[in-house]
């Protein structure tokens, strides 16, 4: 009998740039769940990689065996034999892509295989900048290396920019960067994950803090990302096409149906709630049906997931 047609995979965006620069902040901030490990100092994590679906963790070998763990040994895997630590979470965004939150890649201690290797497995990435010292030459050389076909669905977060005081040099810091780096990414957001953490039911803040705008240009990519990875199961024949769900709502009668909106990405909370950590707290809305129609630079196709 033949194998069960496997669902497509999902597109995994994969978060990167140097040292404490809010890759597991934002990982947070995305996954609303809070369970994203940050200020990890003593020892670097590997790839630590979300799915959708429930399921203790489990560690990816550099031999290829997995290893069940429980959720509290995550902190102690080791990066050095190690691939990812894949985790499941049942939480809204993670029906939509996969999460990879990668090591921060400017360690004078860490191979860059760690985040090489992990990086095929990614269909795009958003790339954390400190604002302060966006977009150092480090950064510029890192990310050079990496596979050019990323580029058009890859954004260039620059994080901490509460840090950033006054109007003037905020707009000599993001003239600089979109000079610099602009051509490299599909889009440059300057963003206070903190602040964007906090807003709660403050529809003003969310959006001031920048979230507002990045969430959507980032709905837009996985969008995009989905409608190409639906084009190439369509050529390829009759293989099992991955239903896309409107969040919080019943499945589209036509399994392979996109949804006209993406939203809510969190439960609206009752008034005067205290936001808890880690929640987006905005209804985001991204029209699925008419993603930017830009297509990747390159065609190479990233290895078949292992889930
Ligand atoms: N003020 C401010 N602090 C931030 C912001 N983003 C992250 N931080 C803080 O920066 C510190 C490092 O954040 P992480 O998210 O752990 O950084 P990381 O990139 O995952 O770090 P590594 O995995 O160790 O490379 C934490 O204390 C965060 O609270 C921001 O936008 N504003
Ligand atoms: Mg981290």
């Known amino acids: 009998m033949p194998d069960a047609p496997r669902p497509a995979p999902k597109p995994v965006i994969a978060l990167m740039g140097e040292f404490s620069a809010g890759k597991s902040t934002l990982a947070n901030l995305l996954i609303c769940e809070g369970r994203s490990p940050t200020q990890v100092t003593a020892t670097q994590l590997p790839p630590v990689?979300?799915?959708?679906g429930s399921g203790d963790p489990?560690?990816?070998?550099?031999?290829?065996n997995r290893t069940q763990i429980t959720e509290a040994q995550i902190a102690d895997v080791s990066i050095d034999a190690t691939s990812y630590i894949k985790v499941y979470l049942?939480?809204?965004i993670l029906e939509l892509f996969d999460i990879m939150d990668m090591p921060g890649n400017s360690d004078p201690n860490m191979s860059p295989e760690v985040w090489q290797r992990a990086i095929h497995y990614a269909d795009g990435v958003i790339w954390c900048s400190h604002a302060t010292q966006a977009w150092r030459q480090s950064e510029a050389g890192a990310?050079?290396?990496?596979?050019e076909r990323l580029r058009d669905w890859s954004l260039l977060l620059l994080t901490r920019w509460d840090k950033i005081l006054s109007e003037r040099d905020r707009a000599r810091v993001l003239a600089r960067v979109q000079k610099e780096a602009g051509p490299l990414f599909r889009e440059v957001f300057p963003i206070s994950l903190i602040e964007a953490l906090g807003s709660g039911d403050d529809r003003d803040r969310w959006i001031a803090s920048g979230a507002e705008a990045f969430v959507t240009a980032l709905l837009d990519i996985v969008m995009s990302l989905d409608g190409q990875a639906r084009a190439q199961n369509a050529a390829a024949g009759p293989v099992a096409r991955r239903p896309v769900y409107k969040l919080n709502q019943e499945a589209p009668e036509a399994p392979d149906a996109l949804p006209e909106t993406v939203a809510p990405l969190?439960?609206?909370q009752p008034a005067g709630a205290a936001p808890a950590a880690g929640v987006i707290p905005r209804r985001v809305e991204a029209k699925a049906d008419s993603p930017r129609p830009r297509?990747?630079?390159g065609t190479t196709p990233r290895p078949p997931s292992p889930t």
């Open 266 to 268: 969190a439960a609206p």
């Open 49 to 52: 990689w979300y799915s959708y």
């Open 58 to 64: 489990y560690v990816m070998g550099l031999d290829g």
């Open 295 to 297: 297509p990747p630079r």
């Open 90 to 92: 049942e939480t809204d």
């Open 143 to 147: 990310w050079e290396e990496l596979p």
